[in-house]
């Protein structure tokens, strides 16, 4: 009995050392790669995290896939990047042939190397990265090198309720950040509450994400250039945080705010501009095209968040295309990320748009795509849609996507991010000052950063 | 089991206690209106707090898109769009095949095996039986998050990846869980029975398949049910395990199609409460028939003897 | 239990090994390598994309240091002593209520189990609707007995017991299995012992309750590790994708820190060795209660 179990023991111990051996990094896999953009191109691409959905989609991948030619088979694994799912083929070396992922992950995948430098790719396919926004590209490029290829801009305009504002006597320059004295007095003027309870939130200052923006109105980033060094004890901003928490504190609190912003019906008619119960709130520019839809009658206002000087400023976010350390087909993956962002390739997929929305008698509010030609041509395409709300909203918008920043690529992704934003959750619940949680987040931040460089040099 | 089998010993002790309650007014059985009323009542109520959550998602359903959270019971605009809408566009029947292929087998296989397993560790004695058993109980100690990555391996060394096998042949070997539940219904069966059944010369098998099995019939069907419902919905395994769309069980492809429209955030919740109650309804259908076999297993444990 | 030994056959340690051998293979390849694995890999740093490197016992010497660790581990705890005891004895109550039922048993059993089979992502939303602070349903029904609600949701002294009340939602499992458990009590004994004048308290606590103890020890068990492994309902509500505004230190359970450094972090060697570490935790306390269950326990069928 004894020696069968010891039996079991020592099988089941040489099976793990075989086994260990499988579990390999792709480290040791080369990616050999010959980027051209006249080669013809054969194998199989899979697509990890991109979904062929709407047009914009469908047209452009259909002008990839007759870019890579007949021989290419295109899979789409279908769903958004799942870490699970990818690190799980990638320890395997089973990677995808090309990944779909938040530019705020390049940074991170590319510090471990999991996926590759696009030099060569740019070179050889002829790339124009100068089309790119510097902020997207900025958020893809680490130590020097670009990593992902952008693909849309997710930009933040103020949108206000224009009769809560009139009936207030104020205007949208006292909510859109330029001054936030005037802010908070424009918040008193709106909020109403009745018996205790919130009937009207004056002014959503959108913590804890957004505290990036607020802090770079304040003249202060939450991280250096070089993505190196946390700076959230940064005298700015903790002044930002502690104006935009008092925002809250002025209506009774996060929690109350919160949890009568969560009962709204927030993609329905009965959203919180179309009830009066919203006065005015940063707020992503897709939102436009959800009340336009479900509450065309809503008294809206727009405009770009303004920095403390009056300025445009918008945080950018979005996607881009990365290789995957092991991919198998590197150069059709290459030609896949080039024709997807191509300008002729956005500009046809927009017009397919326009043709569905005049069918459907809808509003085309533009596409954001990440790419400076596209984005001007296709914004020559909107024509007025005689009504001045939207108008409004897609001049703010294109006017935001002119004056975008964006964070560094940092090999701490998502470690620094759950540092501040912790930091910020414990201000809102009332757990630490504004000085204190920043000083805690800034120490638990810069140990992630300093211990993720300190990995880049094994 | 009759009331001269072994439960006898025990209970002897204890019914001097009970003539000594009985002077608390001796228990009338609920057969008197009041209580059958007041358990009536308790019943609805409970029943009320169970099944709301899953009458709004229903309700849902039937919503267009601007509707979905006003918290309407019976909604303003009734729409059957959501139905049509969710199945467009992608090959749900393919999905609903690979679901139930995955699912009866993971079902059938596990309780089999743990139904083998329990009985190996509840009627016999030997030696390293309590050792080898709190090993089955330390098997669910491990978080799942750890274990996934090495148990991949294993499948992609094993070449199984990218096919439907992962998702149900773990099963071949029990599952702790169901073991262990399986084990207790098992001791709970006198051993005079097996007695007997050995003196008449049944083997080992025989009275695990003659004796055991049918007197812990609802114990096997608890695990049936439970190990459906568990396949059935499972999104993790062939969220890593799968990576061709027309492989996708129901909930995965659900996933995807839930992720589509999620760009920037847009997400249609409309659709997402109709796939949920999509999911779930043949789950109900399974359990609603499943669970008279409760009642049919009560039936025969009363006339043994 | 020695009584009994004389009984055992010759041929029973054979056989034992061969109804239970499916288990072994199944223990060795997914439960032991794994095991295995893991215990390599907390001796190393390992972000899964490059290979393992060995860094010996700094992780575990981090672990001690690291504060999110015992908050994880008090919020753990105080979780899984606040919500099994409740949920054990809801069980009960319901099951006992079900046996009672007569002819609708199937309907309600149904009704009961059915929060278990809705997916997790409806209950996500579903949770954070009913429990909002403002306008959720559960504060509108204690505002019908005229108590002012919490913030279940964002105030942290109510997040844990508004997650032990989600948590109570879904004991439809455990009624059943409970059910089954009561099911198999002969009526026989409750006949005599109301024929001996035994009230319905004194029937269910010198009857029932020992008859179904070994289902309840089952699921103290069962229940004692789910709890300190609890993760699903926690992070779909407070954690998941776009939750960022939820996040409550009041809600970091172990599992989720573990999840949170072996896949947003890319710290696999250091969640091994937070795996580890809880392993050993919950062995101890499992074996703790399996000791004391020897006391309380009643088999029909074996003295053991």
Redesign the interface.
């Known amino acids: 009995m004894q020696r069968r179990a010891r039996a079991y023991l020592s099988v089941a111990a040489v099976g793990t050392v075989l086994l260990a051996g499988c579990a390999q990094g792709t480290g040791s896999q080369k990616t050999n790669a010959a980027y051209d953009r006249s080669t013809k191109l054969s194998g199989k691409v899979s697509v990890m995290g991109f979904g062929a959905t709407d047009e914009i989609a469908k047209v452009r991948l259909a002008e990839a896939k007759k870019a890579m030619g007949s021989k290419v088979t295109v899979k789409l694994i279908p769903g958004d990047l799942d870490i699970q799912q990818f690190l799980s083929g990638v320890a395997s070396g089973d990677a995808p042939e090309v990944v779909y992922a938040d530019r705020g992950q390049i940074g991170s995948f590319a510090s471990r190397g999991a996926v590759i430098p696009l030099d060569d790719c740019i070179k050889g396919e002829k790339i124009d990265t100068s089309a790119f926004r510097s902020s997207a590209l900025d958020a893809v490029t680490f130590r020097g090198h670009v990593y992902g290829i952008p693909e849309f801009n997710v930009v933040q305009i103020i949108q206000a309720n224009a009769d809560l504002l009139r009936k207030a006597g104020l205007t949208l320059d006292d909510v859109n950040g330029s001054s936030w004295s005037k802010v908070s007095a424009a918040n008193k003027k709106l909020t109403r509450t009745v018996g205790g309870k919130l009937k009207v939130i004056g002014f959503d200052s959108k913590l804890p994400e957004f505290l990036p923006l607020w802090a770079k109105a304040n003249g202060a980033d939450l991280i250096s250039a070089d993505g190196k060094t946390a700076q959230l004890d940064d005298p700015k901003v903790v002044q930002a945080l502690t104006w935009a928490v008092g925002i809250y504190n002025a209506q009774g609190g996060f929690g109350k705010v919160k949890a009568y912003r969560d009962s709204a019906d927030f993609f329905g008619s009965g959203n919180q501009y179309a009830s009066g119960t919203l006065g005015a709130m940063p707020m992503e520019q897709w939102y436009v095209n959800v009340l336009n839809d479900v509450s065309p009658k809503a008294p809206m206002a727009f405009d770009t968040v303004r920095d403390q000087q009056g300025q445009p400023i918008a945080f950018a976010s979005g996607s881009a295309w990365a290789i995957p350390k092991g991919s198998k087909n590197p150069g059709a993956a290459c030609r896949f990320a080039r024709v997807m962002t191509q300008t002729s390739s956005w500009v046809k997929a927009a017009q397919e748009r326009v043709r569905l929305r005049q069918k459907d008698g809808g509003l085309f509010t533009g596409v954001l795509t990440g790419n400076v030609d596209a984005d001007k041509k296709i914004e020559a395409m909107i024509k007025p849609s005689g009504d001045a709300r939207w108008d409004q909203a897609i001049r703010a918008t294109y006017t935001a996507n002119d004056h975008t920043f964006s964070m560094p690529a940092n090999p701490a992704g998502q470690e620094f991010e759950t540092a501040w934003q912790d930091g910020v959750n414990r201000v809102l619940n009332g757990q630490q000052s504004p000085k204190d949680a920043m000083a805690q987040a800034q120490k638990e931040a810069q140990k992630a950063l300093d211990d993720a460089w300190a990995e880049i040099g094994k | 089991m009759t009331a001269t089998d072994t439960p006898a010993p025990r209970i002897a002790e204890s019914a001097p206690l009970a003539v000594g309650a009985g002077r608390s007014g001796g228990g009338r059985p609920v057969g008197n209106p009041v209580g059958k009323i007041a358990l009536a009542v308790t019943m609805s109520v409970l029943t009320l707090a169970f099944v709301y959550p899953f009458v709004w998602l229903v309700s849902a359903s039937f919503k267009p898109r601007g509707e979905v959270f006003d918290n309407r019971l019976i909604p303003r605009t009734f729409t059957l769009h959501n139905y049509v809408a969710v199945w467009h566009d992608a090959p749900m029947a393919l999905w609903l095949v690979n679901t139930v292929y995955v699912t009866v087998l993971a079902t059938v296989t596990v309780t089999i095996s743990s139904a083998l397993v329990a009985w190996g560790f509840a009627y016999f004695r030997f030696r390293g039986r309590d050792l080898l058993f709190g090993l089955v109980l330390a098997s669910m100690m491990i978080p799942g998050a750890v274990t996934m990555i090495p148990t991949y391996l294993i499948w992609h060394a094993a070449g199984f990846t990218g096919t439907l096998v992962p998702l149900w042949a773990q099963n071949l070997f029990g599952s702790a869980f169901y073991i262990f539940l399986l084990r207790q219904f098992f001791l709970g069966l006198p051993r005079d029975l097996f007695e007997a059944a050995r003196l008449d010369g049944a083997n080992n098998w025989q009275m695990f398949r003659l004796i055991a099995l049918p007197l812990t019939r609802p114990a096997l069907v608890v695990v049936g049910l439970f190990e459906f419902q568990a396949a059935w919905t499972d999104l993790m395994r062939p969220l890593i395990y799968l990576r061709d769309s027309d492989t996708f069980t129901v909930p995965r492809g659900l996933k995807s199609m839930v992720d589509q429209f999620g760009f920037g955030g847009e997400f249609h919740w409309e659709l997402i409460v109709t796939a949920s109650v999509i999911t779930t309804l043949p789950m109900i259908v399974v359990f609603f028939l499943g669970q008279r076999h409760f009642m049919e297993g009560i039936a025969t444990t009363g006339t043994r003897g | 239990m020695s009584r009994?030994?004389s009984?055992?056959h010759a041929?029973?340690?054979r056989?034992?090994?061969?109804?239970?051998s499916?288990?072994?293979?199944?223990?060795?390849?997914?439960?032991?390598?794994?095991?295995?694995?893991?215990g390599?890999?907390s001796l190393t740093?390992y972000?899964?994309?490059?290979?393992?490197?060995f860094v010996g016992l700094d992780n575990f010497r981090a672990l001690l240091s690291d504060d999110k660790v015992i908050l994880a581990l008090r919020n753990t705890a105080v979780f899984a002593v606040m919500s099994v005891p409740v949920k054990i004895v809801l069980s009960f109550f319901?099951a006992v209520?079900l046996n009672?039922?007569g002819r609708?048993?199937?309907f309600?059993?149904?009704?009961?189990?059915?929060?278990?089979?809705?997916?997790p992502?409806?209950?996500g939303?579903?949770l954070?609707?009913?429990f909002?602070?403002?306008?959720?349903?559960v504060n509108e029904v204690l505002g019908w007995f005229g108590i002012n609600g919490p913030?279940w949701?964002?105030?942290?002294t109510w997040v844990k017991p508004g997650l032990v009340l989600m948590s109570l939602?879904t004991v439809?499992?455990s009624v059943?299995?409970l059910?089954?458990?009561l099911?198999?009590v002969?009526?026989?004994?409750y006949d005599?012992?109301?024929v001996?004048?035994?009230?319905?308290?004194?029937?269910t606590r010198?009857?029932t309750v020992?008859?179904a103890s070994?289902?309840i020890?089952?699921l103290v068990?069962?229940d004692t590790?789910a709890a300190l492994?609890s993760f699903t309902e926690a992070y779909t509500a407070y954690f998941g994708?776009?939750n960022?505004?939820y996040?409550?230190?009041a809600a970091l359970f172990y599992?989720i820190y573990?999840?949170?450094q072996?896949?947003?972090?890319?710290h696999?060697g250091y969640?091994?060795a937070?795996?580890l570490l809880?392993?050993v935790i919950?062995?101890a306390i499992?074996g703790i209660q399996?000791r004391l269950s020897k006391r309380f326990v009643?088999?029909?069928?074996?003295q053991s």
Not at chain 3, 22 to 38: D, K, M, N, Q
Not at chain 3, 153 to 156: F, I, V
Request: hydrophobic share 55%; proline share 5%.
């Open positions: 009994r030994r009984a055992v041929g029973d340690t056989a034992a090994w061969l109804f239970i499916p288990w072994v293979v199944g223990f060795l390849v997914f439960t032991l390598y794994p095991l295995i694995y893991t390599y890999l740093d972000d899964v994309i490059n290979d393992p490197r319901l209520l009672r039922a609708a048993t199937g309600f059993r149904t009704a009961f189990f059915l929060p278990k089979m809705t997916p992502v409806a209950i939303i579903l954070l609707l009913m909002n602070g403002q306008s959720g349903l913030a949701t964002t105030d942290p939602w439809g499992a059943i299995i059910l089954a458990a099911r198999n002969p009526q026989e004994l005599a012992a109301r001996d004048g035994a009230g319905w308290w004194a029937q010198h009857i020992p008859m070994g289902a020890f089952f068990i069962v590790i492994q994708a776009g960022s505004t996040a409550n230190s599992a573990l999840f949170q072996a896949f947003q972090f890319l696999m969640a091994s937070m795996a809880l392993f919950i062995m499992t399996v009643f088999y029909a069928g074996d």
